[in-house]
T-cell receptor, first 117, second 114 residues
């Protein structure tokens, strides 16, 4: 158990719908990262938040948005869902801002499996 | 942006043999290179990492080497065991503080046959 929690574990919805995925980082971690893992595309970095502020973006679609709340939990909002959005969505957390600096290892949550029908 | 290529996509070895997985990257600004192991249906877990100021790092049966000039880095697993069977991902992270973009390789499915 990494200490990072994600809910829900599974989510099945229809095209055009909107869903919210939730992530609680490890106690003391200020950075939260979101990743998408599709069967044919491996792990794709979506976005990073640090202490409530957006810090870096990756390949995140405009239909997707995220935020980090004062208690440091984060939510990833996916709207106007398409079949191709079906994937595993991972959240990870780390102590600091820069991955690879000091002991700033990223710890991954168990993921949310999203199925869009 | 960064582009990371990983080879091979699948690798099958006999228990006790060594396994080597290679990654190349394109952005010379990348300075941090972690390797993750992902077992079926589970989360990625960091197994070893290396920074650009180091050429090699070892942790028991696992080692990583980095060639900055050629822009490639490799994961070496010696004395493989069936529990090493998993998908392994490499990643390259740029240096610039406002661009903490991680690019992952496509993954290598390692099978260790008993």
């Amino acid at each position: 158990d990494s200490g990072v929690t994600q809910t829900p574990k599974h989510l099945i919805t229809a095209t055009g719908q909107r869903v919210t995925l939730r992530c609680s980082p490890r106690s003391g971690d200020l950075s939260v990262y979101w990743y998408q893992q599709s069967l044919d595309q491996g792990l794709q970095f979506l976005i990073q938040y640090y202490n409530g502020e957006e810090r870096a973006k990756g390949n995140i679609l405009e239909r997707f948005s995220a935020q980090q709340f004062p208690d440091l939990h984060s939510e990833l909002n996916l709207s106007s869902l398409e079949l191709g959005d079906s994937a595993l969505y991972f959240c990870a957390s780390s102590v600091g801002l820069m991955a690879g600096e000091g002991d700033n290892e990223q710890f991954f949550g168990p993921g949310t499996r999203l199925t869009v029908l | 942006g960064e582009n990371v290529e990983q080879h091979p996509s699948t690798l099958s070895v006999q228990e006790g043999d060594s396994a080597v997985i290679k990654c190349t990257y394109s952005d010379s600004a990348s300075n941090y290179f972690p390797w993750y192991k992902q077992e079926l249906g589970k989360r990625p877990q960091l197994i070893i990492d290396i920074r650009s100021n180091v050429g090699e790092k070892k942790d028991q049966r696992i080692a990583v080497t980095l060639n900055k000039t050629a822009k490639h880095f490799s994961l070496h697993i010696t004395e493989t065991q069936p529990e090493d069977s998993a998908v392994y991902f490499c990643a390259a992270i740029p240096r610039f503080i406002n661009n903490n973009d991680m690019r992952f390789g496509a993954g290598t499915r390692l099978t260790v046959k008993p």
